[in-house]
């Protein structure tokens, strides 16, 4: 887990850059969203200071953003307090936090920081209500990207047999952003993967 990271990069975190990505990445979520989410709830998991799921939050019944960096998760309390928006929690995680039932899943850039994607995939499966469906935005695996603390990306395949293996259906995994310097200074693609309770 990379909390300490992102406990110290929160005050700076909302920087034009991630700002941008974070539109590209909102927009492309949309295209999987249904014209009514009002009864839905989202869960925003690794949602940090709520770059993707706030602005969209008048769509939902409630979105709650889900962090394991308190920092982060203060900087997103901050804009629900002065928007003062009414249906936005956030909620501090650990790896033995008992998460809240929801209709919607996002992962946006957070399934890379995670060590054991299975054991994530399958708790979120399991708090999904029926018909409820994961969004994983990350990047694809990238050869020349070697941290300790993270993933270099994924391989569709790869993550597609996990999702089957936690008994997600009607997976679709795709491409839909390239850019440079995108991922520890690397060139990188973005995927976007919708599965389905
Ligand atoms: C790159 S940021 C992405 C933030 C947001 N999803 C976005 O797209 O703007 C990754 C976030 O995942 C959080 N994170 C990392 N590991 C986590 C874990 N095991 N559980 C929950 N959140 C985690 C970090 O604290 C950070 O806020």
């Known amino acids: 887990m990379t909390e300490n990271v992102f406990n110290s990069m929160a005050n700076n975190y909302d920087n034009y ?21 009002s009864n839905d709830i989202l869960l925003d998991y690794g949602g940090g ?12 019944k409630k979105v709650i953003i889900a962090d394991s960096s308190k920092q982060m998760l203060e900087i997103a309390l901050d804009k629900i307090n ?8 956030i909620l501090l995680v650990n790896d033995t936090t008992l998460l809240p039932n929801a209709d919607i899943v996002i992962l946006s850039l957070v399934l890379i920081h ?8 399958n708790k979120i499966y399991k708090i999904l209500n029926p018909n409820g469906k994961v969004i994983i935005v990350d990047f694809d695996k990238n050869e020349k990207v070697n941290h ?19 008994k997600f259906k009607n997976i679709t995994i795709k491409n839909f952003y390239s850019a440079n310097n995108l991922f520890m200074k690397e060139n990188a693609t973005l995927f976007i993967v919708q599965a389905e309770k």
């Open 17 to 37: 850059d991630r700002k941008k990505l974070a539109d590209v990445i909102r927009l492309e979520i949309s295209k999987y969203l249904s014209n009514d989410s």
């Open 49 to 60: 200071t709520g770059l993707v799921s706030l602005p969209i939050v008048e769509n939902f």
């Open 82 to 89: 002065i928007g003062n928006i009414s249906n936005a929690s």
């Open 114 to 121: 995670i060590p054991d994607t299975e054991t994530i995939l």
């Open 148 to 166: 300790p603390m993270i993933h270099n990306g994924f391989q569709h395949e790869e993550l597609k047999a996990i999702l089957e293996k936690e």
